[in-house]
């Protein structure tokens, strides 16, 4: 995938990108602190920003999938939800991934619920499985790991390390876990693209003030 | 038990009264549906000049009195009015046109005001997963379906209460035009309250059960609330 | 249509009214009443003398003569005459002889007063039905050719009137596939039968006036008068005290005697001759 001369503006927000590559085969992140475009940037390559399109070079809607921080829930069964991403392309679900997924995150039991009834982490799941089932050309996952337990976080994780056939892009700020898992970083600040690399390369050695301050707040942090 | 109640009402024709507020209700309610939804959705959709203007007028006519509806179409369809020539004026037709233009606006405005607020997360969450233009206009549609129902149902409640546009479009015309609220009014004004009052019982216990059947339509947004 | 144009204009003249100042409140009080104020008087009287105007043209005379307000509320003959076994209303203005003395018999009222009668008349299309002085024979020839009839079925007096003849005659009207109850007051059902090109029985103040006031006029021309048993008396009645402390006897009492005086016996026999050419009501108190 490739972005070039991205210009946004959304109320006050200010985005300007002008050569952005995510090589397909590889597992991505955008980092960045809090209020950098991270997630602005996924929904300019969804194109749910209003009054703007990004040119993706061939790649269509389909192609791409997003399992926001809040996913969207339909007002029906997890079941119904887990299945509607297929329903829409005609696709017949693969019953065993259906089965170990569910299971994998203990839905299993509750998925004739009403979907809206579940809790939030819940609700991730629910919209990771959905995603997952699809197999897109690219999955971002916008934080949407935020409210897993740890174990369930685990799984996933290992989910996206063995899989290739989707390219993964993360936005997180658990640095130990984009160390872990992905290859390419996209650093982000105010908006621009500060860097972009192998992810030791990116925020390990880079030379660039903001991801070294960025960089040493976050160690600090985990020491705390 | 039909010719008892029939008898007890004396003679303002009770029962053809029932019968034309429920096929009235159901008719233009059922228009409405069809013109309201469609108006309110495209409404949310489309952006244009004088949009807001638009909307305003809307939540106006959401409100305006319904006899002056009833004058308005009394005007339109009288012998001498531009629609004369069709003599719907005292027919039940006559009724169903003036009440879709009362119930019309309460539901293209409900609808709206619920797509104004739903729809743009629905269309968000069908491009995050794919969806074509078209697919994602059925899942707002079907994703608004309990506000849609209740926008429905407060419409069918505006008919069968209404009384100003009946009176004046359909005459109170016994056993054609006259519904069980321009009865209670016949009923009124010839100092007949217990009779009226039975009957208003009945319109109660209807609106009752369509309030009913709207409740239940909300329930499920309880557990919308994330916290 | 001139007449609509008229409306829409003073509508608007209106709107821009209330919308720009508002401010002429009080100050106007050149006609200082030269009898002291006594308060509302309340009354209970039928659509015919609402609709007519005749009470808006009597009510400030009323007013300058005794000190009264008389406020009324118009409604059907069966509604007012139970205003009045109610208690909500002192006096009753209405047209239904039999059942005003049974309101008197039964107690609710005192005595039952002859103010003035009209009379009733057939309206209907031009031509469709000879014109004539004869009611029964005009009631038969709406029944043997079906002609549109609009009744007002709303159990008042001129609704009452219009069975009693039909049941003379022996004929059910419901009988006629074009017979309608448009369960609606007088003015109401004029404009009914006007759209409809049918036929009605109303009096002849509610026609006069209608057909003079309303924008687009009305098509329907008189096609049987001036029968005797379509003349309609009306009839004032005081509430009892007795039955009803609350009521206002006295003012009930000096409207009953006012109505019937000399002077606004004359008034009544000449209201409606400027505008409509001829008299609405009839003035026949006993002296």
Not at chain 2, 16 to 26: E, G, N, R, S, Y
Request: charged content about 20%; proline content about 3%; aromatic content about 8%.
């Amino acid at each position: 995938m490739k972005i070039s001369n991205l210009k946004l503006e959304v109320s006050e927000f200010k985005m300007d990108i002008a050569d952005l590559n995510i090589e397909r085969g590889f597992k991505h992140a955008f980092v960045g602190p809090n209020g950098s475009g991270k997630s602005t940037l996924a929904k300019a390559i969804m194109q749910i920003i209003p009054n703007h399109s990004v040119d993706l070079e061939g790649l269509s809607s389909i192609d791409i999938m997003l399992a926001p921080q809040r996913p969207y829930l339909l007002h029906d069964t997890v079941m119904n939800n887990i299945l509607y991403p297929l329903k829409i392309r005609n696709r017949k679900v693969n019953n065993d991934e259906l089965i170990s997924l569910l299971d994998m995150f203990n839905l299993t039991d509750k998925k004739n619920q009403y979907a809206r009834s579940l809790s939030s982490g819940e609700q991730q799941k629910v919209s990771l499985i959905r995603c997952l089932l699809c197999h897109p050309v690219y999955l971002i996952i916008d934080e949407a790991l935020s409210n897993l337990d740890s174990e369930s976080v685990m799984r996933i994780e290992e989910i996206i390390k063995n899989d290739k056939e989707t390219t993964w892009i993360l936005i997180s700020h658990q640095l130990t876990q984009v160390l872990n898992i992905c290859d390419k970083v996209h650093f982000l600040d105010k908006g621009k693209l500060i860097e972009s690399g192998d992810t030791e390369e990116v925020l390990l050695k880079s030379k660039n003030e903001i991801i070294q301050n960025y960089m040493s707040n976050q160690v600090i942090k985990v020491r705390e | 038990m039909l010719t008892m109640i029939e008898e007890f009402f004396q003679n303002v024709g009770a029962l053809d009264a029932i019968k034309v507020t429920l096929l009235l209700a159901f008719s233009s309610t059922s228009i409405a549906t069809i013109l309201g939804v469609l108006f309110g959705l495209l409404l949310e959709k489309y952006h244009f000049p004088f949009k807001n203007l638009v909307i305003r007028i809307n939540r106006t006519l959401m409100g305006v009195p319904p006899v002056v509806i009833g004058l308005v179409v009394y005007l339109l369809l009288m012998r001498r009015g531009p629609l004369g020539s069709f003599s719907l004026l005292f027919t039940i037709r006559g009724m169903i046109i003036a009440q879709v233009f009362i119930i019309t606006p309460i539901i293209s405005g409900t609808v709206y005001a619920y797509a104004a607020k739903f729809a743009p997360q629905v269309r968000n969450f069908a491009k995050t997963v794919g969806a074509t233009p078209l697919q994602t206009e059925l899942l707002v549609l079907k994703e608004m379906r309990s506000e849609i129902y209740f926008a429905i149902v407060s419409g069918f409640g505006r008919s069968i209460s209404e009384v100003g546009a009946v009176m004046l479009v359909g005459g109170n015309i016994k056993g054609r035009t006259r519904t069980m609220t321009t009865a209670i009014s016949l009923l009124k004004s010839q100092g007949i309250y217990s009779e009226g009052i039975m009957l208003g019982i009945i319109l109660l216990i209807m609106a009752f059960i369509v309030q009913t059947i709207a409740e239940h339509f909300k329930k499920e947004d309880i557990y919308d609330e994330n916290f | 249509m001139k007449k609509l144009f008229k409306a829409l204009a003073v509508s608007l003249a209106i709107l821009m009214v209330l919308g720009g100042c508002s401010s002429n409140q009080g100050g106007e009080n050149n006609n200082t009443p030269v009898v002291e104020d006594k308060g509302v008087l309340l009354m209970a009287t039928t659509t015919s003398t609402a609709d007519t105007g005749l009470l808006d043209y009597l009510a400030p005379i009323f007013k300058q003569d005794t000190g009264y307000t008389l406020e009324w509320s118009a409604v059907g003959t069966g509604e007012a005459i139970n205003m009045g076994k109610n208690g909500d209303v002192s006096v009753i203005l209405v047209h239904a002889k039999a059942s005003e003395e049974e309101f008197v018999n039964e107690g609710y009222g005192v005595e039952r007063f002859e103010v003035m009668y009209n009379d009733y008349i057939v309206i209907g299309p031009k031509e469709s039905v000879a014109y004539s002085n004869d009611i029964e024979a005009t009631f038969k020839a709406v029944v043997d050719n079906e002609l549109k009839w609009v009744n007002r079925g709303d159990n008042s007096g001129t609704d009452k009137k219009e069975r009693q003849i039909w049941k003379a005659l022996g004929i059910d009207p419901a009988t006629n596939p074009n017979y309608v109850e448009s369960g609606q007051g007088m003015g109401a059902t004029i404009n009914m039968a006007d759209e409809q090109m049918a036929l009605c029985l109303t009096d002849r103040g509610t026609y006069l006036k209608v057909k003079n006031d309303a924008t687009l006029g009305i098509e329907l021309e008189i096609i049987c008068e001036k029968d005797d048993n379509l003349l309609n008396q009306y009839g004032v009645i005081a509430v009892s005290p007795d039955k009803y402390p609350d009521t206002d006897i006295e003012g009930a009492n000096a409207f009953i005697e006012w109505i019937c005086s000399e002077k606004i016996q004359a008034l009544i026999g000449e209201f409606g001759v400027d505008k409509y050419g001829q008299p609405l009501f009839f003035p026949n108190a006993k002296k």
